[in-house]
């Protein structure tokens, strides 16, 4: 059973920075990829950056590239996101995900995702 737990969301002020770690757990972390969306009020669950297996290869939506860092310790079984020069509109729930299959692809897309965390609120005021 793969259960992932957010943690590190807040209420911050444009240009802060701040930290988002998912703890898993179950066997399959190391095999599968990882990825971070987010959703806003009224707006769809929208992909946010992805990592692979190794961590040799990462994927981030237009809006965060540059600002927004995604890792992984297979070791420990985390996933970040290291969250910089925050802007008003990265306010939203912040979701960590589990890819449903072991694949080498990031994929972007929700539905490739089986297992979810509960989510962390992200709140940034200008």
């Known amino acids: 059973q793969v259960q992932l737990v957010e943690s590190g969301g807040g209420l911050v002020q444009a240009g802060d920075s701040l930290r988002l770690s998912c703890a898993a757990s179950?066997?399959?972390?190391?095999?599968?990829?990882m990825a971070w969306f987010r959703q806003a009020p009224g707006k769809e669950r929208e992909f946010v950056g992805g990592?692979?297996?190794?961590?040799?290869?990462?994927s981030y939506a237009d809006s965060v590239k540059g600002r927004f860092t995604i890792s992984r310790d297979n070791a420990e079984n985390t996933v970040t996101l290291q969250m910089n020069t925050l802007k008003p509109e990265d306010t939203a729930v912040y979701y960590c995900a589990q890819n449903t299959y072991a694949r080498a692809i990031v994929p972007t897309i929700a539905s490739s995702y089986g297992y979810w965390g509960q989510g962390t609120q992200v709140t940034v005021s200008s």
């Open positions: 990592i692979s297996r190794s961590g040799g290869t990462t």
């Open positions: 179950g066997r399959t972390f190391s095999d599968r990829t």
